[in-house]
């Protein structure tokens, strides 16, 4: 199985800042990589999908890189409806599997 | 509109057993895989099962293996997952998500949830 591992797992920032959440897969995974917001009480929405495509009606301020077995999700200018927890996902092989999820909190 | 409706949780002894239905509407349910994928309270997200359209292929976590079942019928454009067997730590909300599109596996959209307690 592919192992997901995000960090870090909390992060406190303010509004307007940059910030930026790592993931890494236990092997390559070329850019079967998804990430997914979810706020407290609500389902996951997906985010970006194949390591960097931005889904329909994602602000801009939401940016992925990377392929292999690291990669990164950047909000470029924090907002206040964007305190969340965000989480990474393979899909290159069955077991789909998550990362453990990053909550960012207001400073 | 894509709308995915959860139903079935509830309260159920270990042991016991429970299906959940995902009721699809607003696209053409019979041409996309589906997933349900679960949350234990103040946990992360697990993958639970996938199947594909015509339910040809079908993936199951290790953890769930042997006692749940995923099906669909297209017909109904609805999507099932039996659970039997049911422990403590398969308590959780559960998620039905579709796969965005055809070799897309992302999951996109998702359902509300429907919360399953396996609890004596």
């Known amino acids: 199985d592919i192992q997901m591992t995000q960090s870090p797992s909390s992060v406190s920032a303010s509004v307007g800042d940059r910030v930026t959440i790592t993931c890494r897969a236990s092997?390559?995974?070329?850019?079967?990589l998804a990430w997914y917001q979810q706020k407290p009480g609500k389902a996951p929405k997906l985010l970006i999908y194949?390591?960097?495509s931005l889904q329909s009606g994602v602000p801009s301020r939401f940016s992925g890189s990377g392929s292999g077995t690291d990669f990164t999700l950047t909000i470029s200018s924090l907002q206040p409806e964007d305190f969340a927890t965000y989480y990474c996902q393979q899909a290159n092989s069955f077991p789909r599997t998550f990362g453990g999820g990053t909550k960012v909190e207001i400073k | 509109e894509v709308q995915l409706v959860e139903s079935g949780g509830g309260l159920v002894k270990p042991g016991g057993s429970l299906r959940l239905s995902c009721a699809a509407s607003g696209f053409t349910f019979s041409s996309y895989s589906m997933n349900w994928v679960r949350q234990a309270p103040g946990k992360g997200l697990e993958w639970v099962s996938s199947?594909?359209?015509?339910?040809?292929?079908?993936y199951y976590a290790d953890s769930v293996k042997g006692r749940f079942t995923i099906s669909r019928d297209n017909a109904k454009n609805s999507l099932y997952l039996q659970m039997n067997s049911l422990r403590a730590e398969d308590t959780a909300v559960y998620y039905c998500?579709?796969?965005?599109?055809?070799?897309?596996?992302?999951?996109?959209?998702w359902g509300q949830g429907t919360l399953v307690t396996v609890s004596s």
């Open positions: 194949a390591a960097s």
């Open positions: 092997q390559g995974i070329s850019s079967w």
């Open positions: 199947i594909s359209s015509s339910s040809s292929y079908i």
């Open positions: 998500a579709r796969d965005r599109g055809w070799n897309d596996p992302w999951f996109d959209p």
